[in-house]
């Protein structure tokens, strides 16, 4: 047994110590990127599989990190949600994305995606409705994306919230359908604004039957409910055929652009409502 614990000892410390340095040095980074302002917002656009055009942006986060280039949310926002640092990053983007947005055309949108853990903190509700008093942005216009995982424990404070929120005038959003366990249910109790299929199933589009068959039905219940359905990841132009044929109503991905700064929204809106 002593030589098992040696063993173990010997083979787990360093992997073991590597991972706490790294998770030591992202958690002081991002300490240090709230306040040097390191983080920037990316947006990319959401597109009517209609005739309309453009209808809004969803807003994505990076974090340009000195000396080690533009860092990706996957890659910093699980040690955020980690030390509670979510709930700063979280705030700032959310204004940002309203600030960006008021300057835009009238009908365009935003959505910011909202984390779990942001989800269940007391102020969500009092952030988001000063986020929209102080940058005067219509509240119609902004969107919140909620992911599916968030719901699994379904109790009455998530519902509250999701109510508070819509009050607000806010468009709800559940994000990455089809990827939890909860979805269906959710969706009998609380109306969403809007739904997202997750890009896992745009990407077997249109030869996969599966997918062919989810991406119908979850647009059938749209239509039925009265829920837009947006498809993710669309890449290629056989994917939107598809998803156009099945009966979504937006779709979003590198096939129209991929996410872009600020400064190159204006002319991203021409060029979509050209096409
Ligand atoms: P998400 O909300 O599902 O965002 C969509 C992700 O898919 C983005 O990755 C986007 O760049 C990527 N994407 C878009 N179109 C395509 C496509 O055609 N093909 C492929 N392969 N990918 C596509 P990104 O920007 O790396 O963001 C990853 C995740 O990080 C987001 O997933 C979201 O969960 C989270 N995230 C991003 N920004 C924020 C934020 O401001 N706050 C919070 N809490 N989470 C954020
Ligand atoms: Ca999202
Ligand atoms: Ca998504
Ligand atoms: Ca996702």
């Given amino acids: 047994a002593k030589a098992d614990g040696r063993n173990t000892h010997r083979f787990f410390a360093p992997e073991m110590a590597e991972r706490l340095k790294s998770f030591h040095d992202l958690k002081l980074g991002l300490h240090e990127a709230l306040r040097q302002g390191e983080f920037e917002l990316h947006y990319q656009p959401l597109v009517c599989t209609g005739e309309s055009g453009i209808r809004g942006f969803e807003a994505l986060i990076r974090w340009r990190r ?3 280039g533009l860092i990706r949310p996957a890659d910093f926002i699980p040690v955020a949600e980690e030390t509670g640092l979510i709930g700063p990053i979280g705030e700032w983007a959310l ?19 909202v984390s779990s853990v ?4 007391k102020g969500l509700v009092e952030s988001v409705r000063r986020a929209l008093a102080d940058t005067e942005l219509a509240p119609g216009r902004l969107e919140l994306e909620i992911t599916e995982s968030v ?7 998530n519902l509250g919230t999701l109510r508070e929120l819509r009050a607000l005038g806010a468009r709800i959003v559940m994000d990455d359908f ?16 809007k739904v997202k299929i997750d890009r896992s199933f745009v990407a077997n589009l249109p030869r996969c039957d599966g997918s062919t068959a989810v991406v119908q039905a979850v647009a059938g219940m749209g239509r ?11 890449e290629e132009q056989s994917q939107l055929d598809a998803v156009r044929r099945l009966g979504c109503h937006e779709a979003q991905g590198y096939l ?15 060029r979509l409502r050209e096409s």
């Fill in 66 to 68: 000195p000396g080690r």
């Fill in 178 to 193: 089809g990827t939890g366990y909860s979805a269906l249910g959710y969706l009998c109790r609380f109306r969403f604004d």
């Fill in 95 to 113: 204004r940002e994305a309203c600030r960006e947005a008021a300057r835009w055309p009238d009908g365009i949108g935003i959505s910011v995606n």
């Fill in 151 to 157: 719901l699994l424990q379904d109790d009455d404070a």
């Fill in 224 to 234: 039925n409910l009265g829920i837009v359905i947006t498809a993710e990841g669309v």
């Fill in 118 to 121: 942001q989800f269940r903190d």
């Fill in 256 to 270: 129209f652009s991929r996410p872009v700064p600020a400064a190159e929204v204006p002319a991203l809106i021409a």
